[in-house]
Nanobody, 124 residues
Framework: QVQLAESGGGLVQAGGSLRLSCAAS????????MGWFRQAPGKEREFVAA???????FYADSVKGRFTISRDNAKSTAYLQMNSLKPEDTAVYFC??????????????????WGQGTQVTVSS
């Protein structure tokens, strides 16, 4: 069983920055792909970024160049640094883990465990 807990969300003005954290329990962290997804009201959950256990990354086009995903396997924590935030980035952000995999998926149902989400609101 893996538990994920996000933190770091909040209210920020357009152009500002936030750093989200995702703390994971269990011993499988370094063997898992970690992903960040987001869901705005009335919209489907969408892929934001993901990182392999060894550090390879992949980003959605909408956040490329503005967001950076990273991980600290020793701390079992993944991060999402969000810069140059826009009002359209407003959503609940979720972290997710895909156990025992080195394949980065952009599809939510291919992830095994999810956090409870953290709200990010960007004002114009």
């Amino acid at each position: 069983q893996v538990q994920l807990a996000e933190s770091g969300g909040g209210l920020v003005q357009a152009g500002g920055s936030l750093r989200l954290s995702c703390a994971a329990s269990g011993r499988t962290f370094s063997n898992s792909v970690m992903g960040w997804f987001r869901q705005a009201p009335g919209k489907e959950r969408e892929f934001v970024a993901a990182i392999r256990g060894g550090g390879g990354t992949f980003y959605a086009d909408s956040v490329k160049g503005r967001f950076t995903i990273s991980r600290d396997n020793a701390k079992s924590t993944a991060y999402l640094q969000m810069n140059s935030l826009k009002p359209e980035d407003t959503a609940v952000y979720f972290c997710a883990s895909r156990l025992y995999s080195n394949y980065i998926s952009t599809v939510p149902y291919e992830y095994n465990y999810w956090g409870q989400g953290t709200q990010v609101t960007v004002s114009s």
